[in-house]
């Protein structure tokens, strides 16, 4: 038995590190934390200070189980988590879950996976820094309490299944709020003069701008009909030197901003390739919002500048961190060893690697040199000057390595840049063409989700190991939605002077096309509009920049956690309960206009199924008229006149094979019924245009897809690719295929087999109990077992008599009344005769 137990979160950490210590030290994982708050209102002691109530999952019983035998038998201990705030409550919870001595436990941090530092950690340990493990408590506490108390509110003003949370609730704000202004924005158009000069000399060409813009038409038809019979020369001719910076090492907030531009990944992606690589000891931690780079990073860069590039291109620099923040990190992301430009490993790894290796190495090179050259084109008939600009790249610099790029969305071509001819001061130049286009302003950039934590970031919201989570959460809620939307035609006008006349044409362009731009869904507006109007302060930027200023003042301990709470939470919960009281339900209502058929009003909403137009009131004497939105409409933008379109649905095509056709549009967007089959139509595909030919079409389409693929057991497989992936069926199971392992296109028999084997095992362990009658079972899951209610999941309570968790055989065992009971605790009503099992308290059953 090794005399040293050192615990560390993940076992790829575990791994490396087991590497650098001798056979005294045993080397284990905790797999993340290994208790959580329990589940329902239990949780925290309001009255009580705050106070917490913890449980190890059913998940983690055997990994403390092992530790405890571990760490019994050790003689000392090393927690050896990360060095942030929750690095330091998992050791916190180690510490008392494992009933630990304080003379048996070090507490050891540091900031990459290498021998050294591994080392060096060890003969400098230190206890556990409560007042980060206060931080970290504060903000789970906090952020409990909001989302346990405002979803129900949610659930009764709004709708059914939402949530809330303070940070997510931001976030979904500055998202709403920027797509309002795109869709207020107006555009205005001004022309813009461009023109294309020969020197004389070798006929080298030089392209040259106004730098002023005319706001009409007539104004930029008149400058070229002037220019038609103008001489034009270089009036003026400046040339001066010019520098770049590199820009400093990465953060958490730039790496992910960086990444998704230069390499398409997202904020959640990034973020598990980095622990990936840090946990294998090839980068430093990766959150961290500092700049700085330790001395030993310095001389090793410097070291290897010098080596692989020259002299030259060192210049030593440091950097100072801007945010407020920045307290609980050392050090930014950097290679572990800079004499290492590459590593082995997936694609993915490599390529944030590199990119990792490249700023970090670029930020302690030299300055970019440039010749920078400045131009003014006098005519001889007007008196503006055009201007063209150029540079020289006199010394690369930092630049052989590594060019940022910038959020910045510019289609037109910029004339900067471009290394011109020799000119003087004088010379005359000869007009090839000239050309006034009219362009259009540009409202605001929607967010990407690199320009969500860059806006989070300067507002003082979240911190590094919040914005991957926080932009997941608003997507996996539905409250935001990640896509590329088509842009639409616009028409502008172009005039275009060659050869002394000057003609003019319409031509057309594509505007408003997006690439992976965050949108909010209807259900997310109704939410934060909701918020806004009840809830000012969890949604204000300035009110939450300043809760995580307090979370950074008690990690310094300079302010009492449970004090900051208190402040907190009595104004929220007493809103809390005037919202639930007078507050009118919330639906985002909007009246379109009068249908002209029956002279009733036409109002979109948010109902219990998504957005829907409405015609007719619900207290008029006949039933309101429902048609859901398609896809590309929103409860915030569809018109009166798109609005009753959607009323010709659904409607009747000529049956096919014996089996009538009808196209509609659902809950999941349009669709083709053929017989009691539902088919989606394609993405963008308007169903008021489809024809018999083309329903026909995508009918044989979706046959030839459901052809069966093979026969196992007398009975068909088929395949097909759903929300989840791509999946078999068969006798009614569907049966996801693993990424790994299998080629969907090509399964062989015996990958079928194995595929439903497994599946239909697995299906025998899934069922402890059923009562088929009443739609109740107790089953088996990921986090022990559980009982479902018709689609609910719910918690399975300990039991009354022993008031401990039921045994297996206790379970086979349990009286279907004792289920009942539980299922009644948290859903109120559940077996009323003339109510139906409420899938609208899904929330419910999930929070308690």
């Known amino acids: 038995m090794a005399k040293n137990l050192l615990i560390v979160e993940s076992p790829a950490k575990a791994k490396t590190i087991e590497g650098y210590l001798g ?61 942030d705030r929750e690095g330091e409550a998992i050791s916190w919870h180690l510490y008392e879950t494992l009933g630990l001595k304080a003379d048996k436990t ?51 003003k709004v709708k059914p299944s939402l949530s809330a949370g303070r940070v997510q609730s931001v976030a979904v ?83 992910q901003q960086e990444a998704s531009r230069k390499l398409g990944y997202s904020v959640a992606r990034t973020m598990q390739i980095a622990q990936r690589l840090y946990e294998a000891g090839k980068i430093t931690y990766m959150r961290t919002d500092s700049v700085n780079l330790s001395e030993t990073a310095l001389a090793a860069a410097s070291a290897e500048i010098k080596s692989a590039y020259g002299e030259k291109y060192h210049q030593f620099r440091t950097y100072k961190t801007k945010s407020a923040g920045a307290q609980e990190a050392h050090e930014a992301i950097r290679p572990t060893y800079f004499d290492r430009h590459t590593v082995d490993g997936d694609a993915s790894e490599k390529r944030l690697y590199e990119l990792i290796w490249k700023r970090a190495i670029a930020s302690q090179m030299s300055e970019a040199l440039f010749e920078k050259t400045t131009a003014q084109i006098a005519a001889s008939t007007r008196k503006e000057h055009l201007v063209a600009e150029g540079e020289v790249l006199k010394f690369d610099g930092f630049l052989k390595v590594y060019l940022e790029s910038t959020d910045e969305e510019e289609n037109e071509e910029k004339e900067g840049g471009a290394i011109l001819p020799p000119l003087a001061k004088g010379q005359e130049l000869f007009l090839k063409e000239m050309q006034a286009t009219e362009r259009f302003s540009r409202p605001p950039a929607r967010y990407t989700e690199a320009s969500l934590v860059k806006k989070l970031e300067e507002l003082g919201i979240g911190r590094p190991s919040t914005y991957a989570p926080t932009i997941s959460t608003v997507q996996n809620r539905g409250y935001v939605v990640k896509e590329d939307r088509d842009g639409r035609q616009r028409q502008f006008i172009s005039f275009l002077l060659v050869n002394g006349t000057v003609t003019k044409e319409i031509k057309s362009e594509t505007t408003g096309a997006e690439k992976s731009k965050l949108f909010p869904t209807d259900i997310g507006e109704v939410v934060n509009d909701f918020l806004v109007e009840h809830f000012k302060g969890i949604v204000d930027f300035n009110f939450t920049a300043k809760v995580e200023k307090e979370f950074d003042e008690i990690a310094q301990g300079l302010q009492e956690w449970t004090k900051m709470l208190h402040s907190f939470y009595n104004p929220f919960h007493t809103e809390v309960e005037t919202t639930l009281e007078n507050a009118e339900r919330a639906t985002g209502e909007r009246l379109l206009g009068v249908d002209p058929e029956t002279g009733k009003n036409v109002i979109t909403k948010v109902g219990k199924f998504g957005p829907l137009v409405q015609i007719g009131d619900l207290d008029g004497e006949e039933k309101p008229r429902y048609a859901s939105l398609m896809r590309n409409q929103s409860v ?8 009753l379109e959607l009323f010709k649905l659904p409607f009747p095509l000529p049956d096919f094979e014996g089996k009538e056709v009808m196209i509609g549009v659902g809950r999941f967007g349009p669709y083709v019924k053929w017989g009691e089959s539902f088919i989606s139509l394609p993405k963008n595909e308007d169903p008021l245009s489809v024809t018999y030919e083309r329903a026909t079409e995508i009918i044989r389409e979706k046959m030839h897809a459901d052809a069966p693929i093979a026969h196992f057991q ?4 088929t395949k097909g690719k759903g929300r989840f992936g791509p999946f078999i069926k068969w006798n009614d199971l569907f049966i996801n295929i693993p990424a790994k392992g299998y080629d969907f296109d090509n399964l062989s028999q015996s990958d079928i087999e194995t595929l439903i084997n497994k599946k239909v095992e697995k299906e025998a362990n899934r069922y402890i109990k059923t009562w088929d009658a009443e739609k109740i079972s107790i089953e088996n899951g990921r986090w022990g077992p559980f009982i479902r209610f018709g689609k609910l999941m719910l918690k399975l309570r300990n039991n009354e008599a022993t008031k401990q968790k039921y045994t297996p055989k206790e379970l086979i065992d349990i009286d279907l009344e004792v289920v009942k009971k539980m299922i009644e605790e948290q859903v109120p009503g559940a077996f009323d005769k003339k109510k139906k099992a409420p899938a609208k308290k899904k929330a419910v059953a999930k929070k308690k």
């Open 173 to 255: 704000r500055l998202i709403v709020e920027r797509e309002r202004e795109v869709q207020q924005f107006n555009a205005t158009a001004a022309y813009k003069i461009t023109a294309q000069f020969l020197t004389g000399k070798g006929k080298e060409m030089l392209k040259a701008e106004l730098p002023n813009r005319f706001e009409n038409e007539a104004d930029a038809e008149k400058f070229l009909q002037d220019c038609v019979q103008a001489n034009f020369q270089i009036a003026n001719l400046e040339t001066k030197p010019a520098k770049r910076n590199p820009a400093a090492p990465f953060t958490t907030s730039t790496l």
């Open 106 to 156: 070090k507490r050891i941090v540091f900031h990459e996976i290498t021998k050294p530092a591994i080392l060096k950690a060890i003969e400098s340990p230190r206890g556990i820094d409560y007042n980060l493990v206060y931080a970290q408590q504060a903000r789970r506490v906090l952020d409990r309490l909001v989302g346990f108390e405002l979803s129900p509110v949610l659930w009764k």
């Open 23 to 83: 056979k005294d030290f045993l080397v284990k994982s905790s797999y993340g934390h290994i208790r959580d708050l329990v589940k329902g209102d239990m949780a925290i002691d309001i009255n009580n200070n705050f106070a917490q109530t913890y449980e190890v999952p059913s998940d983690k019983k055997n990994v403390v189980a092992e530790l405890k035998k571990l760490a019994k038998n050790a003689e000392m201990v090393w927690l050896a988590s990360d060095e």
């Open 636 to 643: 915030a933008t569809i018109t009166l006149e798109d609005a």
């Open 714 to 717: 007398g009975l068909e497989v």
